[in-house]
């Protein structure tokens, strides 16, 4: 159904019924002012046109009410985190007081871990998708440390076959089987970073569960990308960042979704902080600890609100676009992508990201074999963003909010001038 022409790329972007959202986003360019080619929403989203007007919103009510702004501001600040909790339930498919924006990916993962990696001195293995971000591994690897095990031995890889690039959940069975009676925790990321293979998530889920294991997710790589059903699917815990699909600035703050059935779960290990305890007590001071029920009572800190104005902005968005139609389109993008890419007949191509949308988002990895990074640089200078992630692949995101068929159809031409 797809073709490969300029004419057919820019018919479909005629009757794509978000093409207009694009004009809601500022493109990057290049010093002479000609526009780039953004294929990068995977590693830092683009900015909204509104997203200046959001935050300009919350540095004037700053300047008028200062202190008074927790209240008085249009948006007052003390409660600003909960106007962004709906968006982002329905963002990751979980019931709001399953939902808060707080801190960053890392820092949150720490946090989960510490209420749902309790290890046992015999249940305590970590288990994790093999090429997972670093970040992820090093937040596992010093938990472990910090409980006493070694981990390396304490660290479970789920790895593809000797030959293949992605994993298959027949063999997360077979280290189930072997081993569950000594794992404490399954912990993947939800989109792999590096191979754009989405996991099934209810999958290993039911199977974690069934070793009576703990479930996390890292949704890096899916949140606005792929919808988790977080709730539905049932997982413990999941953690992700808002800077990526989520178009929400250069570190900006990370999202937290705690099951429900954790919401009061007195058990748990938690470390406490005053944005986390009871919203009538906070401010009567010398209180013991009283817990928020549900995500919420994660928190630490009073939340940085001028991030939290560029999230409210970007899922404004998200909210006009509706999160199906957003998927229903990246689907048709990623696969025109595709469609472009085994049209070139090239052999040194090979797209380690499943062929099978359901397995996948918007995100393509595309390695380039005998390539080095020399090459990506000349896909740059040629006025493509896309990056390069050692040792030979080149990762390309076509975000729906903003590219075009007519994007895709232009980086295919270039790619191969550069071929
Ligand atoms: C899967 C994954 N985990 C962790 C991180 C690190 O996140 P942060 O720097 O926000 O903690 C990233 C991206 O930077 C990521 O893609
Ligand atoms: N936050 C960043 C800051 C600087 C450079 C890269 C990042 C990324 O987000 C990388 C991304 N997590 C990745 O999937 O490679």
Request: glycine share 6%.
């Amino acid at each position: 159904m797809y073709q490969n022409n300029l004419t057919f790329a820019k018919q479909c972007d005629q009757e794509d019924p978000l093409a207009h959202f694009r004009n809601q986003f500022l493109l990057p360019s290049d010093n002479k002012g000609n526009p780039l080619i953004y294929l990068c929403g995977n590693s830092l989203g683009l900015q909204p046109l509104q997203t200046q007007d959001y935050i300009t919103a919350e540095l004037k009510d700053w300047a008028k009410h200062g202190v008074e702004g927790h209240t008085d501001a249009k948006h007052p600040w003390l409660p600003y985190h909960e106007f962004l909790t709906n968006s982002m339930a329905k963002i990751v498919g979980a019931k709001p007081n399953e939902v808060v924006v707080m801190n960053t990916l890392t820092t949150n993962l720490h946090l989960m871990m510490v209420s749902f990696y309790q290890p046992t001195k015999t249940k305590y293995k970590i288990v994790v998708e093999s090429d997972a971000f670093p970040s992820d591994k090093y937040a596992m690897e010093s938990q472990l440390k910090f409980h006493g095990h070694d981990p390396k031995e304490g660290l479970i890889l789920w790895q593809p076959r000797e030959g293949e690039d992605l994993c298959r959940f027949q063999d997360l069975e077979t280290i189930m089987e072997s081993q569950g009676d000594k794992i404490a925790l399954l912990m993947i990321g939800s989109t792999n970073y590096y191979s754009g293979q989405h996991f099934p998530l209810k999958k290993i889920t039911e199977l974690g569960h069934k070793y009576k294991c703990m479930v996390g997710f890292d949704l890096a790589h899916g949140a606005g990308n792929i919808q988790p059903n977080l709730h539905e699917v049932g997982a413990d815990f999941a953690v992700w960042c808002t800077y990526k699909y989520l178009n929400s600035g250069p570190g900006s703050l990370g999202g937290c979704f705690v099951h429900e059935r954790h919401a009061n779960n007195e058990k748990l290990n938690r470390f406490a902080g005053w944005w986390g305890h009871n919203k009538d007590t906070r401010f009567n001071m010398r209180h013991e600890f009283d817990p928020l029920s549900g995500a919420e009572g994660w928190q630490l800190s009073n939340p940085p609100i001028l991030s939290m104005a560029a999230i409210r902005s970007s899922l404004d968005v998200f909210e006009k676009a509706g999160f199906e139609n957003i998927r229903n389109k990246s689907e048709k993008l990623t696969g025109y992508l595709e469609f472009l890419l085994d049209e070139l007949d090239n052999n040194n191509i090979n797209i380690i990201t499943p062929r099978n949308k359901e397995e996948r988002g918007c995100q393509l990895s595309i390695q380039l074999k005998n390539a080095d990074k020399a090459f990506h640089t000349k896909l740059t200078k040629a006025g493509v963003i896309s990056d390069w992630r050692e040792p030979d692949v080149i990762r390309v995101a076509p975000a729906p909010l903003y590219n075009s068929f007519e994007d895709v159809f232009e980086f295919v031409q270039r790619l191969k001038k550069v071929l």
